[in-house]
């Protein structure tokens, strides 16, 4: 797999698949798309691993969702 990750937070699963079937319509010829759901329950239970926290885990924390 590439390195690369693509974040779409969405409200409802009905929208998360329009945005799925969305995606499918624009696969490329080559390589390969991973699509993965999570609940929000889900992506609390995510485990973050560094040496020291960053600037905006120090300033927001790092369970806060920030909406920009």
């Known amino acids: 797999m590439q390195p690369e990750v693509f974040m779409r937070v969405e409200d409802t699963k009905k929208s998360?698949?329009?945005h799925q079937n969305?995606?499918?319509s624009y696969l490329p010829s080559?390589?390969?798309v991973r699509m993965l759901i999570l609940t929000e329950k889900q992506f609390e239970n995510c485990?973050?691993?560094q040496e020291k926290p960053d600037l905006q885990e120090k300033?927001?924390?790092t369970k806060?969702?920030?909406t920009l």
């Open 16 to 18: 998360c698949i329009k």
């Open 64 to 66: 806060d969702i920030v």
């Open 59 to 61: 300033l927001v924390g």
């Open 47 to 49: 485990l973050l691993c």
């Open 22 to 24: 969305r995606v499918k």
């Open 30 to 32: 080559t390589g390969e």
